[in-house]
Structure formats: structure tokens, C-alpha cells
RNA sequence: GCCGAGGUGGCGGAAUGGCAUACGCAGCGGGCUUAAAACCCGUCGCCUUCACGGGCUUGAGGGUUCGAAUCCCUCCCUCGGUACCA
């Protein structure tokens, strides 16, 4: 096989790419039918139409492709649905400085990566697909809204909210990253503002029960973390002043060390600072809540920063000691956390003892300690001591029962509760732009808020609207849009003009690929039956505590709603890595380490490119493509190109048993190999595994030995276990081998195990776990023969000399070690 | 600081208690060719030896074991997440 193609028998990726992408369109051929079969439902996070689709979008979408490809080929109905996220910012954006509409700007961008994703070959059932800024789908995003606020599930409400100067909006707190705004790294600032919520915070416990799904841990983590359970009590503190009867309720998770409470802080938004602060300190006190407005948020919240705060000149009594302790301000406790108010413990908390040495404050400890000498200063609070000291009645308890006594105590006395605190907030959805959902409320003065009715869904975003560089939401701006009937007592009134967090597009879009195109409904009952829930997402890790919680909470709402039976929409996650180019670094413009797949695609063809990214390393790690290696792949496509393509003659027509039995037996290995690394996602050690058969049997064709029957099946037993991963080229060589359409119809190779499994075993023999000799045995060899065996090589007698071993281990069909 | 993942040839990586470096890239040598491309074959961790062979090697150090890249302890580095959450 040496030499000699002629061109046109050579491969030749781009007419057979087009060629079959065309067929399979035309002929439907991922279509879901809806047979027996067992359903599948496979899905790759959809992307935003940013304009191109870069080699992270491959690196997502080809290896969830394959998997669903497998999975079709073991007999699913499978279920591969594709869209657009196409709200958001960046169509805006593109509208403030290139003066186009954004619609227009989505739309062309949308009509660019359809070309794109055809020319991956990923086996999506492109007739399901959904775009989140159609009419169609925000209507029922729209109707998710109403359905959430008749749940009392959407609230208005009045908020120290994050504010991005960069993208002129409000955020969630899930979308501030280190201080900095998610999309445009602005540092966020702090804005009072009314805005809408979804009370994501109802489900927090719930939300961190992850038993009824498959996911990875590291995302179970996040967001567990983000949720942030903490266990404590709620203790209320009377304020020393006449004629204030307002408490001051703490949140502590150290109800325990509360004799210690020496001092109280309040945080400079605490609705109780003016009410308390004394004649003589109101001039700083203002000061420095002031202050504290102009010190951003990252600078807050850095643990580097010296602690401050400023005495109100009011006392407060220490609800067990009766002892008044003076009430402090300070940025240290914040206002969105617990009661935005502590009790300080500085002997037993950091933060507290920092805080008590600065301003020469009182610390008491309430524990003592098997190392320190609780009678002297303390040089720094410990958090875990041994019994409870200056606690009145309660000395002597031991630490790990003073929690629970000391609240059940104050629950005795009415002093306090046992309290749960999250530090998840209410899910703020509302933002102040123009290329989103309308939020379908209608602001009457008579009225109050009132929902559009559902029949006048969908609200339209009005079009041809104008933009402002200063970027204030047109919609605000649009009189004729925003002044409307109340649908209540026909007076006019103001249509909300506030859009919806593009998040919430995407919490729901798995429930629309069921049914995209149902206009009475966001889906039937009989296609959430048959579909849902999903059985396998795939996408990138950053949404661990964005997009993976916003659709666990809308599932759970539409669980509650009747609309769904599971408890969880997808039950198994898998994370890709990042790619990353060929430096090491994130692919990105500035850095000029953009590899762009139009062109890998053109030079190599879109096989090689899925087959490439796939190959470099395990999926769940990411890494450095560098195209460099594409050349490897390429020659491993020629390769079964030509073993597929030529004719095989056994000329000799005798078989060699021994070589016919080798080739069977190598073929069953592989397809145990690459069915079992495919389920689990390792790609690149299932494109080795087929590497070598691609040799193996290019050795075969040289040298014919097997008859031709054989040979048939194991050419073919190659093409189907490829196919999922190199689509293209495997169609076509099925079909040049005058095999049935489709080699994506057929069913997925069987192996049997004792056609995989060795006869002849080679056993390495070890002195004292060194390497000596190795022999080969019949796999049937017993242990003490493989001894006589390994006893009798002239190399180990050599060796061993006169030495009698001590010990052997024998490793059945691996290894003997011989101990001396 | 805390949590998580990782550190293996010149490079991407394989091996999760049993032959370290599979598979591939790059390199080197050869074949085919007028030549090139393509294709095919061989070689390819380090030290030592004419050779057979021997010794060393999975970020560093220690431990467990007949046997450790793999398990345990201490430390260093890289990446990701998170950060005054009372």
C-alpha cells in the first residue's frame, strides 16, 4: 500500500464534509422519532451569539456531540436540542458604538454561527431550535415571571443593590466576581434602588440537597458554599436609653460565648444608627457611614484593610450579664448578612479581638484553654477552648455542649431563638436595559403593581428605539411604549421598563426544546413525561453558582407549580476544562493565541479538528491546543482511509488460525476499551486505543493472513467505533465499503470477553522488586508453576545464586517477586 | 488565608498499589521519488558500557509496603474557586 493514490482516491475532507452534512440535513437524520426506545436526553449548554464560534464552543459542543452519538448508536431516542442565548449586553453595546440595532446585530450573528455549527457536524435536532429573543420563547419567559409573582415568588422591594457603571445596570450578587462586575470587570458600587427579586432564598435548603443527581463534586462545593448554611441563634439586646424600645438583634453562631459580648457593632446601614447615636458622636458617626458609602466594595471587603468604626455613644445590656456594653459602628459587619448587627466576642472571634485592641475595648474570655493562661491578656482569641469560664452558673460547661445549653437557655428566657442564616440573597432580576424581556408589569397609580394579564403576553419590545452613549435604557425614554391602560381600572399607567437578567432565560430553556414551538403553552404535559429531565448536561464550570443554581431553583418552582415530577432538571453534570492556547494562557485577542476553527476546519477538515480536540488530554481538564499536533490526527485519518479503501486479498487463501484469533481478539479489546473510556468522557485515550487497531490492521493488509470475512468485520468494527468521534469520514467510507445508510443508524459494536480475553500472559519476574526476566504462560498457569517456571530461567539461578528466597508474591497473570 | 484540581521525556499526555513514559507531536536515520509533498519502516528519558548489561528517573524530603507516579506525613510550585458571612 506503499505510495501510489491516485489523487481522487485520496481523502479529501472538505467535498465529503459538505456532502454528508447536506444528506443528513436533508434527510432529518437526528430527528428524534418517537419509538420504544429509551429516551436520552443530551445537552450542551447553548451559546450567546456573540458572532463567531470560537474553539471553546468546539471544545463543549463536539465532545457532547460524540456522547450523544454514542448514545444514539446504543439504541436511545436521543434528544440533542441546540439554540441561542441571545439576549444580553453585548448586542447593546454593539448598538451604542456601531450604531446598528441590536436586533439586527443578533440576528446576522445568529445566521453566521448557524453556518458554523453545520460545519462541526454535531448531530443536533436543529428543528427544536429555540432563540430566547424571539417573541415566541420571551413570551413564555414572560409567563414564568407572572407565574412567579402569583407565587408571591417575585417581589419588588427596596435595595442596596450592585451597580455597574460599565454596563449602566443593577446585578445579582452571583454576577459580582471579587468586587468586579461579571461581564465587564467595572468595580461594582453599591446604589439604593427598587428593584426585582425571586425569592430563590425560599428553596436555599432545599437547593443544597445534591442526593437526587450525579453531579461533579466541585460544583456540589460551590455551591453549597455560595448557599452558606450557618447554624447559630438569634439574641436580642436591649438598648440603654429612655424612651427607645427597639432591640438590637444579633445573628451569632457562638450563642456560647455570649458572656463575652463586651462591645456591639452595627453596621453603617443599620436602620437603627440615627435612633441610637448620641447628641455628642452624631457628627462622626455621620462621618464615617458616610465614609463608608465611598469606599468601594473590593476595598470593604479586603482582609488587609485595618478595621475601623466609631462609638455611637449609646450602651446596650448584655441579656445574660446585664452588663451595659457600648454600641459601636464599624464596615466590618455588613448590613446584607445576618441581622447586619453582631454581639463581639474578642476573646473567642479574629475579627472581634482586632477590633477590641484598636479601640482599647474590653475582653473577657468565657473559655479557658489547655495552653493558655486565660487570667493574663490574651495575646489572640481562640475560637475552641475547654470548659466555659466567667459564665455565672454556666462554668465548667464543657465546650461541646455549651452551644446547645446556652440556647436552650436563652430560649428559656425569651432572650433569643436557635436560627438558621444563608448567606444566599433573593435573586435581583430586574436590569436597567433595553435588549431583554420586558418584565410584564404594568405600575398604576390606583392599582398598585399590576401583572399584564397572560392573554396580552407577549409584552413586545418596541423596535427601531434609540440609543444614548451615556447608556440609559432607551425603554425608559419611550413615552408611547411605556404609558399604558391598567388592565385593572383602564386609567393610564406605566408599563415597568426594567428588562429580565438574561439568567433567567436560560433557566428554563431545557423545558422548551421538549416542546419549542407550542403556542398555548411553554410546554405539553405529555412531552415533560416523555422527555424530561435531562439525563446528561455538559458545559463550562464558570456557571457553578449562576446558571447551575438559577436552574435548579426554576425547576423547583415549576415542580411546585405541577408543571414537572423530578426534583432536580439534570441529572448528570459534566464540566469541560478550558482550552487554552498555545501559550498556556486563555485564548484571547489582546494576547494574539486565537486559533480560530473556520481555518483549522479549511486546512484539516472538521473531523480532524473534533478528533484533535479531543486527543490533547482528558476533557475535564482543558489545556494548550496547539495545532501543531494536528498533523498526528491527519495521518491517522489517512491511514484508515487507506486501510478502509483498498482492496484486501488474501491471495494465498489460507488462513493462519494463530493470526485470525490475534486480530479477533485485538478487535474485542478495542471496542471494550473505547465503549468504556466514551461513557466516561476519555476521549483521548479512546482515539489511542483506536490508533492502534488503525495499525494493527494496516500490518494485517500487508501482510494477508486472515480471511476475508474477518478482515470485513473488523474494517467495519473500526468505522462504528469512530463514528461518533469522526463522523464524515467514517459516512463515507461505510459507503464506499457498499454498507447501508446510515453508519449513524447502526447499532453500536458488542464485544464478548472471551473472545477479548489473553491466552498467553507474559509474567515479569522481580528480585526484590527489580525487574529480573519475563516469561510467557498460558493464562490457565497456576501459581506454583509460574514459581517452577520463573525458578528455572538461567537469568534468576544467575542471580540467586545460593540464596534461598525468604518469600514469593505472585500477582496472578501480572508479576512474581522473588524476596531475598 | 481557606477550599478544590494538578506537577510524569524537548512538547501534549498514558498508567490510580505490580514492566513508568501507552498514543501522538517534534527530532534523528532510512525507504519510495528526477525532486518535493504525501506515504511507509526504524530510532528516540538520563548516566555508564565497544557490547551484553548495570545504575538512576514521575516537583522536594520522609514514611508505609515484597513492591509506590499511585497510599500517608511535611514542604515547594502552578491553575481554578472563594474571601471580614458573625
Redesign the pocket.
Known amino acids: ?3 501510489g493514490n491516485s489523487l481522487s482516491e485520496r481523502y479529501q475532507h472538505e467535498s465529503i464534509e459538505k456532502k454528508w452534512q447536506e444528506r443528513w440535513e436533508s434527510d432529518a437524520l437526528f430527528r428524534t422519532s418517537s419509538d420504544n426506545k429509551k429516551k436520552w436526553y443530551a445537552l450542551t449548554m447553548f451559546p450567546y451569539p456573540s458572532g463567531d464560534l470560537h474553539t471553546g464552543h468546539w471544545y463543549a459542543m463536539a465532545p457532547s456531540d460524540v456522547s450523544a452519538r454514542l448514545k444514539r448508536m446504543q439504541g436511545h431516542n436521543v434528544l440533542f436540542p441546540i439554540g441561542f442565548d441571545s439576549f444580553g449586553l453585548p448586542a447593546e453595546n454593539a448598538a451604542i458604538k456601531q450604531n446598528v440595532d441590536p436586533r439586527t446585530w443578533t440576528y446576522n450573528n445568529i445566521e453566521r454561527m448557524h453556518g458554523q455549527l453545520r460545519a462541526m457536524g454535531a448531530s443536533f435536532n436543529w428543528e427544536r431550535e429555540i432563540i430566547t429573543s424571539d417573541p415566541d420563547y420571551y413570551q413564555w419567559t414572560q409567563w414564568w415571571f407572572l407565574q412567579l409573582f402569583n407565587q408571591d415568588l417575585a417581589y419588588q422591594a427596596e435595595a442596596a443593590a450592585n451597580w455597574c457603571p460599565g454596563c449602566q445596570t443593577v446585578l445579582a450578587n452571583e454576577q459580582v ?2 468586587g468586579n462586575c461579571e461581564r465587564c470587570d467595572n468595580v461594582v458600587s453599591k446604589r439604593f434602588l427598587k428593584q426585582w427579586f425571586f425569592r430563590i432564598t425560599k428553596y436555599a435548603e432545599e437547593l443544597l440537597d445534591f442526593s437526587k443527581m450525579d453531579w461533579p463534586k ?1 460544583i456540589e ?2 455551591q453549597t ?1 455560595w448557599i ?1 448554611r ?1 447554624e ?1 441563634a438569634r439574641i436580642s439586646f436591649d438598648i440603654d436609653i429612655q424612651n427607645v424600645s427597639e432591640k438590637i438583634e444579633v ?4 450563642p456560647d460565648t455570649i458572656y463575652g459580648a463586651t462591645y456591639m457593632v452595627l ?1 453603617p446601614e443599620h436602620p437603627l444608627v440615627k435612633t441610637i447615636t448620641q447628641k455628642a458622636y452624631i457628627e462622626d458617626v455621620q462621618d464615617y457611614v458616610e465614609a463608608t458609602t465611598r469606599i468601594s466594595e473590593i476595598d ?4 488587609e ?1 485595618k ?1 475601623t468604626g466609631v462609638f455611637t455613644g449609646a450602651y446596650a445590656i448584655n441579656p445574660v450579664s446585664k452588663k451595659r456594653v457600648p454600641i459601636w459602628i464599624a ?4 448590613s446584607t ?2 441581622t ?1 448587627a ?1 454581639m463581639a466576642v474578642p476573646a473567642h ?1 479574629e ?1 472581634d479581638f482586632e477590633f477590641a485592641q484598636a479601640y482599647k475595648l474590653e475582653v473577657i474570655p468565657v473559655f479557658d484553654h489547655e495552653k493558655i493562661d486565660v487570667s493574663e491578656p490574651l495575646e489572640a482569641a481562640f475560637t475552641t477552648g475547654r470548659q466555659m469560664v466567667n459564665s455565672e452558673h454556666f462554668n465548667g460547661t464543657l465546650a461541646t455542649e455549651a452551644i446547645k445549653k446556652v440556647t436552650t437557655y436563652l430560649e428559656e428566657q425569651q432572650l433569643g431563638e436557635e436560627s438558621i ?1 444563608y ?1 444566599l440573597r433573593d435573586w435581583l432580576i430586574s436590569r436597567q436595559r433595553y435588549w431583554g424581556t420586558p418584565i410584564p408589569i404594568i405600575h398604576c397609580e390606583t392599582c398598585g403593581i399590576v401583572p399584564v394579564p397572560e392573554s396580552d403576553l407577549p409584552v413586545l419590545l418596541p423596535e427601531n428605539v434609540e440609543f444614548t452613549t451615556d447608556g440609559k435604557s432607551p425603554l425608559e425614554q419611550l413615552q408611547e411604549w411605556w404609558l399604558v391602560e391598567c388592565p385593572n381600572c383602564k386609567k393610564p399607567a406605566r408599563r415597568e421598563t426594567d428588562t429580565i437578567d438574561t439568567f433567567v432565560c436560560s433557566s428554563w430553556y431545557q423545558m422548551r426544546y421538549i416542546d419549542p414551538r407550542n403556542k398555548t403553552a411553554p410546554f405539553a404535559q405529555e412531552f415533560a413525561k416523555e422527555w424530561l429531565p435531562v439525563d446528561q448536561y455538559t458545559g463550562g464550570s ?1 456557571h457553578a ?1 449562576m446558571h447551575l443554581l438559577y436552574t435548579r431553583f426554576f425547576w423547583k418552582t415549576a415542580r411546585d407549580l405541577g408543571l414537572v415530577d423530578a426534583d432536580e432538571p439534570m441529572l448528570r453534570l459534566f464540566n469541560q476544562g478550558i482550552i487554552l492556547g498555545t501559550d498556556g494562557n486563555r485564548m484571547s485577542k489582546s494576547r494574539g493565541n486565537v486559533v480560530a476553527p473556520d481555518q483549522q476546519v479549511e486546512k484539516y477538515g472538521a473531523d480532524a479538528f473534533r478528533c484533535q480536540l479531543m ?4 476533557w475535564d ?1 482543558g ?2 491546543y ?1 495545532p ?2 494536528m ?2 490526527i ?3 485519518l ?2 484508515v482511509w ?1 486501510v478502509a479503501n483498498h482492496s484486501y486479498t488474501n491471495k494465498s487463501e489460507s488462513t493462519d488460525p494463530t493470526e485470525q484469533k490475534n486480530l479477533e481478539r485485538t478487535v474485542h479489546q478495542t471496542i471494550a476499551g473505547v465503549t468504556e473510556d466514551l461513557e466516561r468522557f476519555q476521549f ?2 479512546a ?2 486505543k483506536l ?2 487497531l488503525t ?1 494493527t490492521l ?2 494485517v493488509q500487508e501482510n494477508p493472513s486472515i480471511d476475508n470475512s474477518t478482515w470485513h468485520w473488523a474494517i467495519q468494527t473500526l468505522l462504528l467505533l469512530m463514528a461518533p468521534l469522526a463522523p464524515h469520514i467514517t459516512e463515507e467510507l461505510w459507503e464506499l465499503l457498499g454498507q447501508p445508510y446510515s453508519i449513524h443508524k447502526q447499532p453500536w459494536p458488542d464485544y464478548d470477553p472471551q473472545i477479548a480475553a489473553e491466552e498467553i500472559l ?1 509474567i ?1 519476574i ?1 528480585i ?5 526476566d ?1 516469561i510467557e504462560v498460558a493464562a490457565t498457569i497456576n501459581k506454583d508453576d509460574v514459581e517452577k517456571r520463573a525458578l528455572q530461567q538461567d537469568r534468576i539461578k544467575e542471580l540467586l545464586l545460593d540464596q534461598t528466597p525468604k ?1 514469593i ?1 505472585y ?1 496472578p497473570g ?2 512474581i ?1 522473588i ?1 531475598v
Not at 331 to 334: A, H, M, R
Not at 615 to 618: D, E, Q, R
Not at 768 to 772: D, I, M, P, S, W
Open positions: 500500500m506503499n505510495g466576581l471579587n466541585r462545593t460551590m458554599n452558606g450557618s447559630g445573628f451569632t453562631t457562638r453596621a470593604r471587603l479586603s482582609t484593610r478595621k464596615d466590618y459587619v455588613l448578612y445576618g447586619g453582631i472571634d475579627r442564616t448567606r464558570e453558582v486527543f490533547i488530554g482528558p481538564q489545556g494548550p496547539d501543531k499536533g498533523p498526528g491527519v495521518r491517522w489517512n491511514r487507506n483521548n485515550t482515539i489511542s490508533m492502534s495499525s494496516g500490518k507474559q515479569v522481580q526484590n522488586g527489580k525487574v529480573r519475563k518469600k508474591i500477582v501480572k508479576l517477586n524476596v
